[in-house]
Structure formats: structure tokens, C-alpha cells
């Protein structure tokens, strides 16, 4: 009975040891290792151990806390070298640093002198605003920098994000992950080496080739830019990538904002269309599109290219614009080009598909094709009737054939001239063999059929006048007529007058080619334009 009395209060007397030594916060002598002291405020039992000089231990078991400064630390088990100023704690470690970042792991190795920590097992680090999980981990107490290079996870929200490396700021909350980087978010999926997250501001910014697959199936690459989750902005630099399910984009600079589905593209933009039957590319240094509404708007030097197997249509101007014939209907009246069959929907009530759309192009509008070049103030154009429509002044070449008037309707089917209509002072010149010599046609309106890119029929109605030059089988000009009539008929071959008819009202005379004046015979009006046609594709760049 003595013998278990004694036993007790021995127990007593060592609890009461332990307790005192605790309320009087021994720590590690930090004089000779510097930094501040690791001060043991709990722990269930106490032991200490000194080996030498260099090996001076406090062994802590049972709910452990001990504080350096504002940090403090949670364990099951920890031992401190009072020499060194270390830690090593085991068990559901919990690092609190100043209720900024809290980190958890089973083990713990910490340098109180550096106050770096090196932590293993289920590590994760957390900042109230997205948790970070890994193998082990590298925390920088007084940079408030954690480190991993084994592989990690972060997890914000609905996002998930794991890298092989990854390196954490707390004070400014940026986030650095290298090597097989992947963010799966709801909205969009990012593959990237090399990433920078910033917490706060949700804003992620890419360094390295980026690969992006968004909601919509749009899928981006850029190796430059930054994306503001928070705002749904993004900026991407050098020459990035969009490529949607009906187009690809690329441009040296990239502006969009995912909410409103506005986007500014800068610098050598090049667009092209995927669809094979109504598709069409754009080349330009400024393009804006609103996604929403589908529209788009080109400006610095433009350039659209309607693709047509060898002979595509190039169209450049200072200004071109795109979007839905559905919705310009709503707000104007688009007069029909083509002839509709009766009960047949209006194209802009038609169902819409790929080709409820339409361009317009305003000012200096140059046209070139293999088979014909055009110019003029301005332009528009619709996928559903295939027609350019084309205003003030405009001038159409095709061969050695020059046609101007007021307004003029250009019908394009299988992408070559079908059908070209003139409005108002028509008249249609045609150089005769590269010679001074011109066979000129001249109307109120003008009409002129194409069969296969060349003219073979051409009308002229309203006070209709007419030169023609008569050749003989050797095609030596045997005289020079001029003609007026209500209407006049003109039968083409090889895209050259070969046969005229004159309908009602006809009134002319016919000259031996050296008895006349050949300019006091032109029509008046009469102007050859073509020092200002297009040659070539590079032509239409030019003022």
C-alpha cells in the first residue's frame, strides 16, 4: 500500500514538473543557432534527452502545440533540438501561420534559424480560397512560399488543377505550375508546361504552349496571354490559334470576353471558313466578331477570299462587314436579287443555316478573279442568292470587256459570273484585238449572260446605243458602224462581239474604217479604265 502511495505521488510530483516547465515556455537556447525561439505551449508528456553539445532534445507526445512568433504548430508527437532551433512533429501536423495559409501532413521536418518547413504524407496547404494537395511540400515560413516537385493537386471552386511541379506565394496568392499542367474546369479544359494562377484574382496566365478546349468546342493555342476567370476575360499574345467548328482564327494579338462573346483580333489576322460549299477566309490587321449575334467586322487593309476550287474571288476594301441576313432583315427591307418561285419562302425567312449570311464592303471595294475584276465605292453580297451587288461608279472587267453604270448586280453561281445586270448609264466597252479600237453598248440598263466565266449574250435597253467594228475571217477591220435603237441584242463568241440585233426604233449608218473620225464616233461618256483594273490578287491591296 506505501509502496503504490509512493508510486502516485511520484506520478504527482513529475506531472507538476512537466506543468511548471510548460507554464514557463521552455525553448531551444537560440543563441549560438539564431533565429526566434520554438516555445512548447502544450503537450500531454515531456522528456528531454541530450547527447553533446550539438544534440540537445525535448521529446513532446499528446496533443502538441508549440509557436514560433505568429506560426504555430499542431502534431501528435514532436521533437525539438533546443541547438538548432528544429522541429519534427508526426502525426496530423498542422501548421497555422498567422491564420493566413494553414498546411497539414503526417510529417514534419522544420529549421526554426531558415523557418523553412519540409512536409510528407497527405500534405495539404490551404488558403481559404482553393486547397492544395501533395506528397510532399517545401514551406517557406517567412516568404510564405510553399514548393512541391513530386506531383500536385489544387482544387478552387468547381476546378481542378495538377502539375508535376508547382510553387506557392502566399502573400500575393500566385501560384506557379511546371510540367503536364491540367486545369478541368466545367466551362473549359487547359493543357499547358507552364502556368501562373493568382487566387485572388482568379486570373491565369500562360507562359508556355497552351492548348484550350472550351464549352462551345472551341479549341484555342497560344504559348502567350492570361484568362480572367473571374470576368470571363482573356489576352493572348504571339500570334495565337482559335480553331471553332466553322472557322479557324489566328492573329498576333487576342482580345474576347467570354460574358458579352465580343473578341478584337490585331496583327496579320488570317480567318478561315471551313464550310466546303458556302466557305470563305478573311485576311486582316484589325478584326472584331460578336459571337452572339455572329457578326463580324474587318478593318486595316481587308481582304476576303470566297473560295472556289482554281478561280476564288478576292474582295478587298477599307471596311468589310458580316453578319446574319436573318437579323438585317428585321431591321431593313433587302430587295431580292433572284427570281423566286411562287410560294417559296423569302431567303431571310428561310431556315437558318451556313448561308444566311452576308458581307458589306464600303469604300475603294476592289474585286479579282480569273475571270473577272471589279471596283467600286462599296459592296454587298449574300450567301442565300450568290449576288455582289456593287455601288456608286462601279466598273466590271471580264476579258477585254469594260462595264460601268450607276448600280450594278453581279450573279455568281458555282462561284463564276452567271448574270450581270446594270442600273442607270450601263454601258459595256470592248477592246477589239488589243487595238486603239473600241466596240462600245450603251442603255439605260444592261444585261449580260456568262457561260462558264465568259460573256456569250449581252442586252442594252433604253435609248440604247451601239459601235461595232467589222472584221472579215482574216480579222481585218472592214468598216466601223454606229447605231441607236430601243433595244439592242449582242451575241458573243470567245467573250467578242460576233452578232448585233436591233429591236424597234433603229437608226445608224456604216463607215469605211479611213473615212472617219474614230474618236468623234465614241459614245458619250465614253471612258477605258483600264490603267485602274486589277491584274492580279495583289492588285486589289493597292489605292
Known amino acids: ?81 533546443t541547438y538548432d532551433n528544429s522541429l519534427e512533429a508526426f502525426g496530423n501536423v498542422h501548421i497555422n501561420d498567422a491564420d493566413s495559409v494553414q498546411t497539414y501532413a503526417q510529417y514534419l521536418k522544420y529549421l526554426g534559424k531558415e523557418k523553412k518547413a519540409f512536409l510528407k504524407k497527405k500534405v495539404k496547404l490551404t488558403d481559404g480560397k482553393g486547397v492544395l494537395t501533395t506528397d510532399e511540400l517545401e514551406y517557406d515560413v517567412t516568404m510564405k512560399i510553399g514548393t512541391y516537385l513530386k506531383g500536385g493537386k489544387l482544387v478552387t471552386k468547381k476546378s481542378v488543377l495538377t502539375s508535376k511541379q508547382g510553387y506557392y506565394y502566399g502573400d500575393t496568392r500566385d501560384v ?3 510540367q503536364k499542367v491540367v486545369l478541368i474546369d466545367p466551362e473549359y479544359r487547359i493543357y499547358t ?108 487593309k481587308p481582304i ?24 438585317l432583315m428585321k431591321t431593313r427591307e433587302v430587295p431580292l436579287a433572284r427570281d423566286t418561285v411562287p410560294g417559296a419562302p423569302h431567303p431571310a425567312k428561310a431556315k437558318s443555316d451556313s448561308s444566311d449570311k452576308y458581307f458589306e464592303a464600303y469604300y475603294h471595294v476592289r474585286i479579282f478573279s480569273d475571270s473577272l475584276q471589279a471596283k467600286g465605292d462599296s459592296l454587298f453580297y449574300s450567301l442565300q442568292d450568290s449576288v455582289f451587288r456593287l455601288f456608286k461608279s462601279p466598273i466590271v472587267w471580264a476579258q477585254e470587256n469594260q462595264i460601268t453604270g450607276d448600280t450594278i448586280y453581279l450573279y455568281v453561281k458555282n462561284k463564276k459570273p452567271e448574270r450581270l445586270y446594270v442600273f442607270e448609264n450601263a454601258m459595256a466597252i470592248n477592246r477589239v484585238d488589243s487595238t486603239i479600237y473600241y466596240n462600245q453598248l ?26 461595232y467594228y467589222g472584221q472579215d475571217e482574216e480579222k481585218k477591220f472592214v468598216s466601223v458602224s454606229k447605231s441607236s435603237s430601243d433595244m439592242i441584242n449582242i451575241l458573243f463568241e470567245d467573250s467578242k462581239p460576233q452578232r448585233v440585233t436591233f429591236i424597234s426604233g433603229f437608226n445608224g449608218k456604216s463607215y469605211p474604217m479611213r473615212q472617219v473620225n474614230h474618236d468623234e464616233l465614241r459614245i458619250r461618256g465614253f471612258k477605258w479604265f483600264d490603267d485602274i483594273r486589277p491584274k492580279s490578287k495583289y492588285d486589289i491591296l493597292s489605292n
Open 1 to 81: 500500500m506505501l509502496e503504490r502511495y509512493i508510486k502516485y505521488v511520484t506520478v504527482f510530483f513529475l506531472s507538476l514538473i512537466v506543468q511548471s516547465v510548460l507554464a514557463q515556455q521552455p525553448a531551444a537556447d537560440t543563441t549560438k543557432s539564431g533565429g526566434k525561439k520554438l516555445f512548447i505551449k502544450q503537450a500531454k508528456k515531456l522528456n528531454f534527452l541530450k547527447i553533446d553539445s550539438l544534440h540537445d532534445y525535448q521529446s513532446l507526445v499528446g496533443d502538441v502545440i508549440v509557436q514560433q512568433e505568429k506560426t504555430i504548430f499542431y502534431a501528435d508527437s514532436a521533437i525539438i533540438n
Open 176 to 178: 506557379f505550375f511546371k
Open 193 to 300: 508546361d507552364t502556368m501562373q494562377y493568382n487566387m485572388n484574382t482568379e486570373i491565369v496566365t500562360f507562359t508556355s504552349p497552351t492548348t484550350i478546349y472550351d464549352s462551345s468546342k472551341r479549341i484555342i493555342k497560344t504559348r502567350d496571354g492570361y484568362f480572367d476567370r473571374k470576368n470571363k476575360k482573356g489576352f493572348l499574345y504571339k500570334r495565337s490559334l482559335i480553331d471553332d467548328s466553322t472557322y479557324t482564327l489566328t492573329a498576333e494579338d487576342m482580345a474576347f470576353d467570354d460574358s458579352t462573346k465580343l473578341s478584337e483580333f490585331r496583327g496579320n489576322v488570317v480567318y478561315r471558313g471551313k464550310d466546303t460549299a458556302q466557305g470563305f477566309d478573311l485576311i486582316a490587321n484589325n478584326v472584331k466578331t460578336d459571337r452572339k449575334k455572329d457578326v463580324l467586322l474587318a478593318t486595316e
Open 304 to 327: 476576303l477570299l470566297i473560295k472556289q476550287g482554281k478561280d476564288s474571288i478576292f474582295i478587298s476594301s477599307d471596311t468589310l462587314y458580316s453578319a446574319r441576313l436573318s437579323d
Open 442 to 467: 450603251k442603255g439605260t440598263t444592261l444585261n449580260a449572260l456568262f457561260d462558264d466565266g465568259k460573256i456569250y449574250y449581252m442586252r442594252a435597253k433604253g435609248n440604247a446605243e451601239n459601235v
